[in-house]
């Protein structure tokens, strides 16, 4: 558990890191934007291309797609419930 926290740690803080170095960067190169707004650019920036980076490492390759797939599991839908009796209204 201390290691998951740790890496965990570790992966925010550089990813925070990262987005406050490029929001340092982005405020030097345009004087207009305050260094907040530019660290959260930073951040953000950082997360997608991360996310990017994470979903582009999780494609499969060709020569494993080629590969025997595993069997298919079909679900049966459910019945469609019973309609609920209406009671009748009250009439005044």
Do not use: N, Y
Request: aromatic share 6%.
């Amino acid at each position: 558990m201390l290691s998951c926290i740790t890496v965990f740690g570790l992966l925010l803080g550089g990813i925070c890191g990262c987005g406050l170095g490029l929001g340092f960067l982005l405020h030097w190169l345009v004087p207009a934007i305050d260094r907040g707004v530019a660290t959260l650019c930073g951040l953000v920036a950082t997360g997608v291309a991360l996310l990017a980076f994470g979903q582009l490492m999780t494609l499969t390759e060709p020569w494993e797609a080629e590969e025997d797939l595993p069997p298919v599991w079909r679900l049966r839908s459910l019945p469609r419930p019973a309609r609920a009796a209406r009671r009748p209204r009250k009439r005044p």
